[in-house]
Every structure is written in C-alpha cells, then in structure tokens.
C-alpha cells in the first residue's frame, strides 16, 4: 500500500519527495492523476456502448425480441461490463504514460532500483489490470451494500421530483461510487505492490523508461 505524504522531509517542487534515483514515495496525489486519466477514457468509452446497447435493447423489446426481464438484466450489467473491457485497453496507455512531474515504473518483486526496471509489456499491464479488476468488483460490491440505504433515499427522493430525475441521480450516485472504489484500488493496491512477479513504483518523469525485448509485446 502507498504510504501517506510526509509531512518532514525535503520535497522537490512538485510537492514529492524522490528517494535515490528517482524513485517517489507515491501519495494519495499521484493515485488521484493516475486514476482520472483511467477513469475518465474508461467512462466515455463506457457510456458510449452502454447507450448503444440500450438503444437496442429497447427496439428488441418493443418488437418482442427480447423480453423485458432479460433487457432489465443486459440494461444493469453492461455499464460494468464495458467499463472494465475499456479499461483492460486503457490500462496499457496509462501505465506507459509520461505525467507532468512522474511515470509509472516496474521493477522486479521486492525492488524499487532503477538498473532493474522492467518494460511495460502488455503481459505486465494485463496482470494491473486484472488486480485492479477483481479487486475493484469485491470493494464494489461491499460499497454498494454499505451504500444500499442512503443510496434507495436518494434514489425514491429523485424519484419523486421526476421519473427523469431520478435516472439522472441513479447515474450519477453510480459514476461517484465507482469513481471512489476505482481511486481506493489504484492507491490501495496497485501502487507500491507486488503483482505477479514485478513492483508497480512511481520516478521522476526525467527518469529515461526501459526499452522493451525483441519479440516482446509492448504495444
């Protein structure tokens, strides 16, 4: 787990304090830019197909192709459906990014050097994004059962403003919930940890990245 910022200690002026060559104490901060470049292609995409499919759904049961109970279900599942098929390509984007002041760095289990860093494969980032998909889906689930009360008083509140209203609310009660458990993995569970065999590490953005192997799958 990522450790909280310090409050001692010398800092560059980007508000972090980079250990010997150039590895940085990652902070609450940096899981929050890594996430919004994640979360914000993952949800336009998502959305995307999500209104795709509902379109459909819809002509399919208006024409009794498709019966209400089953378009209910494909109506709930898809959002999560896409987002996280979204995410599986937007992962690999994101992990090979340069960020204003970092990047993201992968080294050997247990190590942080920067002689050892590895190349960002799509192996490796597929194995992110697994960690970050099956742990997102357990946090979620908890969430929305903690959530579940305050969440249906919302919910009937709208609701009785407009049919229209509450949709939107529902929505947006969704994009919150999901935005928070996304940021609360990234920060929680992929930074500074292992994941099948390699550390996921943050450098300064001077820091020159690894070339991939021949042969490798790297883009």
Same mark, same amino acid.
């Given at each position: ?9 010398? +800092?560059?002026?980007? $508000? &972090?304090?980079?250990?010997? $060559?150039? %590895? ?14 994640? %979360?914000? #292609? ?7 197909? +999500?209104?795709? +499919?509902?379109?459909?759904?819809? /002509? ?13 279900? /494909?109506?709930?599942?898809?959002? !999560?459906?896409?987002?996280?098929? *979204? ?22 289990? $247990? ?20 960690? !970050?998909?099956? #742990? @997102?889906? /357990? %946090?979620? &689930?908890?969430?929305? =059962? ?11 509140? *709208? *609701? ?9 609310? $529902?929505?947006? &009660?969704? =994009? ?11 920060? @929680? ?5 292992? /994941?099948?065999?390699? #550390? +996921? ?14 042969? @490798?799958?790297?883009?």
């Amino acid at each position: 787990m990522a450790s909280l910022p310090s409050i001692t200690g010398g +800092v560059t002026s980007g $508000g &972090v304090a980079p250990a010997a $060559g150039g %590895y940085i104490q990652p902070t609450l901060g940096h899981g929050f830019r890594i996430w919004w470049a994640l %979360y914000w #292609r993952t949800s336009l995409i998502a959305i995307g197909l +999500v209104y795709f +499919v509902a379109l459909w759904v819809g /002509i399919l049961a208006r024409n009794d192709l498709l019966s209400v109970q089953a378009g209910a279900l /494909i109506n709930k599942a898809t959002p !999560y459906v896409f987002t996280f098929a *979204a995410a599986f390509f937007i992962m690999h984007r994101v992990v090979r990014k340069q960020f204003r002041q970092f990047r993201i760095s992968l080294t050997p289990a $247990g190590s942080a050097e920067l002689g050892h860093e590895l190349p960002a494969t799509r192996e490796r980032t597929t194995r992110i994004w697994w960690t !970050y998909t099956w #742990r @997102s889906i /357990i %946090y979620l &689930v908890i969430a929305t =059962l903690v959530a579940n009360v305050p969440m249906s008083f919302v919910l009937l509140v *709208a *609701a009785a403003v407009s049919p229209l209203f509450a949709r939107i609310a $529902g929505l947006l &009660v969704g =994009l919150v919930l999901n935005g928070a458990v996304g940021l609360f993995v990234i920060y @929680s569970n992929i930074l500074d940890e292992d /994941i099948g065999g390699f #550390r +996921v590490g943050l450098v300064t953005a001077e820091t020159s990245q690894p070339l991939a192997p021949p042969g @490798s799958s790297a883009s």
